[in-house]
């Protein structure tokens, strides 16, 4: 994105982003408080409306004990034309015990009536009663008197006039009309009765055109299955008003932006353009200075600055001594870094651009005697018959570069004609400079000691010698050489000593972060395996306590000794801390690495170890080892939750009686099904052998007896790694009690490194 288009950007931010935020706390704002006044609107109705139905309920039982309390049916009859033509009920019916009609109101509502107390009738609601038993002076049933009010729908006009809602009466049977008295519009009654149905008790829930809806009932008390509703305040048109304002200020501001990006980055594109000018080599480039702000400085200072690098680009170019003393620095700043080929490269191109030769190369001594070839440049077709200029090899003494190299004496001159010495390139004139590491031997005392290398040139324009100007040069650089080489050196002997244990030689447990992250992306890139060794050798605190910590250091040192040599050359093998360790086997599944451990647990267990005692007396100490199996992917997605399940197996081999390995439970997968789904797999508890005859991580069973031999499985061949062959031939069952599976003995390195220590748990 151009500057233009970021200021843009960040100016539609600014502005833009606090008018989206006020419109939506508009929106919600107005929203909640809606919701919130239609709720309390519902909560009051539904008070109304128990009130309402309370007081009903209330003067039809009174109704009911005036006609009860009547002696005979006779006057009973009368009492209850009298309650009907006053209003107090629509109608009075009397039941004998035997629930029969004794007597009843013409042109009252069709039975059953809902009773005010009792549970729902089922079906439409008809009428509202409320039943007083009758009973003779002595208290002996006669039967029931019931009054009752029609449910119609001015009755649930009535309601709703209380309420000030919109009411409506529920048909509780099946059918797909519910409705039986309603006071809703026409338009918004579907709505209210599919909103109703997914409430219950006393929720609110809102129906999309902006109605809240509340059942009520029924429930003792109220018996009756209402739906109360009431439109939202909420105006129609806001959400429409605030799409548009926001819509509107989006314009305003991306015109605003625009026009304030164009006057603020047009001044910028042309300081640009200018740049780019100057970086092609046109140092005549300038930028108009259109104002006094900090642009306009910035401007004027590029301008002057224009002006003194053309002078200084003068001056450089007529003075070499000036252009030796910016090399010098740039060699001093190149011998900081640790990139010994690039640093090779620079010092050898800046050589050859200060002293003007066609042609160099850079040789350092090999451990055979051997000066070889470590950059060249502009030696195409001048080497030696089927050499490339980057394999030079010249054995030391032999020629002009190995007679430096031999007497740490510089030279320079012309070549005499005849055959070319062995390994040199073809040329006519020549200056050679030796180096030697800063400390080593010879390094001050120059012809005594060979030198760690060679810097050459060969050739000028003009067929002219090099002078001793160009060897003073030559010698600059060959010292900026010197310093790198050594610091290389030193470099990488920090690095091995921060990434190795110094007791075992072993990797340590910093360098074992990165490499098991290196190899768990290298497995899960390729499709491949890691398997995982935790091992931890058993009851180590006793040899420590008994023999003393130099014999405990000895114990481990031979361990480490004895793990080198049962894996192959690409394993690693790290000490994690106290007397537990970790090996790491690429490409390596399950039984190749049980294959392993069954083989490292034969070489620690069948050998004891021999350690001095106290008082200097040689001592024979029996080791074991316990050891904890995890494969990626199998066990874990992750290289620190394979390393955790490895541990927890080294923990049920620990528990399963030392001196022997588990492997880890396998991670449960989930099974698909026919229709896509995923089914659960139910995996039953207890302990049960796994097809490939390994002993897996848990809690033990029965362990067997130390007479009785554990069941093994045959050997199998681990994975190649990178091509190499790594089969391991069976051999034979150790037959031991400790869990564990028949193994070989195969010699084979590991690959040694640091690993920051895990605090030992003393196992």
Same mark, same amino acid.
């Given at each position: 994105m151009t500057l233009r288009g970021r200021l843009t950007a960040a100016f539609l931010t600014v502005v833009l982003g606090p008018v989206l935020l006020g419109a939506v706390f508009v929106g919600t704002t107005l929203s909640t408080v809606d919701r919130s006044r239609s709720v309390e609107r519902l909560g009051l109705a539904a008070s109304a409306v128990r009130t309402s139905i309370d007081a009903l309920c209330q003067q039809l039982r009174a109704a009911a004990d005036a006609v009860a309390l009547r002696p005979d049916p006779a006057t009973r009859a009368g009492a209850a034309g009298q309650v009907v033509s006053r209003g107090l009920a629509a109608a009075v019916l009397v039941t004998d015990v035997t629930g029969g009609t004794t007597y009843a109101t013409p042109g009252g509502p069709v039975t059953p009536w809902q %009773?005010?107390?009792?549970?729902?009738?089922?079906?439409? #609601?008809?009428?509202?009663?409320a039943r007083v038993d009758l009973r003779d002076p002595a208290g002996t049933p006669l039967g029931a008197v019931a009054a009752a009010e029609v449910v119609d729908p001015a009755f649930v *006009?009535?309601?709703?006039? *209380?309420?000030?809602?919109? #009411?409506?009466?529920?048909?509780?049977?099946?059918?797909?009309? +519910?409705?039986?008295?309603?006071?809703?519009?026409?338009?918004?009654?579907?709505?209210?009765?599919?909103?109703?149905?997914?409430v219950d008790g006393d929720r609110v829930t809102a129906t999309p055109d902006g109605r809240y809806v509340r059942r009520l009932g029924p429930v003792p008390g109220q018996p009756l299955p209402l739906v109360l509703s009431v439109a939202g305040e909420r105006p129609s048109g806001l959400p429409v008003a605030l799409v548009g304002a926001v819509l509107l200020a989006a314009a305003l501001a991306v015109l605003t932006a625009w026009r304030l990006a164009r006057v603020t980055t047009r001044p910028l594109v042309e300081l640009a353009g200018a740049v780019d000018r100057v970086a092609r080599g046109d140092l005549t480039a300038r930028v108009p200075v259109r104002s006094r702000d900090e642009i306009g400085r910035l401007a004027a200072a590029f301008n002057r600055m224009i002006r003194e690098t053309a002078g200084y680009v003068t001056a450089l170019t007529s003075s070499r001594d000036q252009l030796r003393g910016h090399l010098g620095v740039l060699g001093d700043t190149l011998a900081s870094t640790h990139d010994l080929q690039r640093i090779l490269r620079v010092i050898l191109h800046s050589a050859i651009a200060a002293t003007g030769a066609r042609a160099g190369a850079v040789l350092l001594l090999d451990d055979a005697g051997v000066l070889v070839g470590q950059c060249a440049e502009g030696l195409a077709g001048r080497c030696p018959a089927g050499t490339e200029p980057e394999e030079l090899r010249v054995p030391l003494g032999t020629g002009t570069v190995g007679l430096v190299a031999a007497t740490g004496e510089p030279q320079r001159g012309r070549v #005499?004609?005849?055959?070319?010495?062995?390994?040199?390139?073809?040329? $006519?004139?020549?200056?050679?400079?030796?180096?030697? *590491?800063?400390?080593?031997?010879?390094? %001050?005392?120059?012809?005594?000691?060979?030198?760690?290398?060679?810097?050459?040139?060969? %050739?000028r324009p003009g067929a002219g010698e090099f002078d001793d100007d160009d060897l003073a040069t030559l010698r600059t650089f060959a010292g900026h050489a010197a310093v790198a080489v050594e610091n290389v050196r030193v470099h990488e002997e920090a690095q091995r000593l921060s990434l190795t244990d110094p007791l075992t030689g072993l990797w340590n447990y910093r360098y074992l972060r990165e490499s098991l992250r290196r190899e768990v992306e290298r497995a899960s890139r390729f499709g491949r395996m890691l398997s995982i060794l935790v091992l931890d050798l058993d009851r180590f605190k006793t040899v420590n306590d008994s023999y003393g910590h130099a014999a405990g250091d000895a114990v481990l040192a $031979?361990?480490?000794?004895?793990? +080198?040599?049962?894996?192959? $050359?690409?394993?690693?093998?790290? +000490?994690?801390?106290?007397?537990?360790? #970790?090996?790491?086997l690429p490409e390596t599944d399950a039984p190749g690495a049980a294959t392993v451990a069954e083989r490292l647990g034969a070489a620690v267990r069948d050998t004891p170890v021999v350690v001095a005692g106290h008082a200097g007396v040689p001592t024979t100490i029996a080791v074991s080892v316990s050891i904890g199996i995890a494969v990626y992917p199998d066990h874990a997605s992750t290289g620190a939750e394979v390393l955790d399940a490895a541990d927890e197996a080294l923990y049920a081999a620990k528990g399963a009686g030392r001196d022997g390995y588990r492997v880890a439970t396998a991670r449960p997968r989930p099974t698909p099904v026919a229709d896509g789904a995923v089914e659960e797999i139910v995996v039953p508890a207890g302990a049960t052998s796994p097809a490939?005859?390994?002993? +897996?991580?848990?809690?033990?069973?029965?362990?067997?007896?130390?007479?009785?031999?554990? *069941?093994?499985?045959?050997?199998?061949?681990?994975a190649p790694v990178d091509g190499l062959p790594t089969g391991l031939p069976a051999d034979e069952s150790t037959g031991r009690h400790a869990v564990g599976a028949p193994g070989v003995t195969q010699p084979g390195g590991a690959s040694c490194g640091p690993h920051p220590p895990r605090q030992s748990r003393g196992r």
């Open positions: %009773d005010c107390a009792g549970a729902p009738t089922g079906g439409p #609601v008809r009428a509202l009663s *006009a009535r309601l709703a006039a *209380a309420t000030g809602v919109a #009411v409506t009466l529920l048909d509780d049977t099946a059918g797909p009309d +519910r409705i039986t008295h309603t006071t809703e519009g026409r338009r918004v009654r579907e709505a209210v009765l599919a909103a109703a149905g997914t #005499v004609p005849g055959p070319t010495p062995t390994g040199e390139p073809w040329c $006519e004139t020549y200056v050679a400079v030796p180096f030697t *590491a800063p400390g080593a031997p010879g390094a %001050d005392a120059p012809g005594r000691d060979p030198a760690v290398g060679v810097l050459v040139l060969y %050739d $031979e361990f480490a000794r004895r793990v +080198r040599g049962e894996i192959r $050359e690409v394993d690693l093998a790290f +000490r994690q801390g106290g007397e537990e360790f #970790v090996v790491l490939d005859g390994l002993p +897996r991580a848990g809690p033990p069973t029965d362990p067997p007896s130390i007479d009785e031999p554990s *069941a093994h499985r045959p050997p199998t061949d681990r």
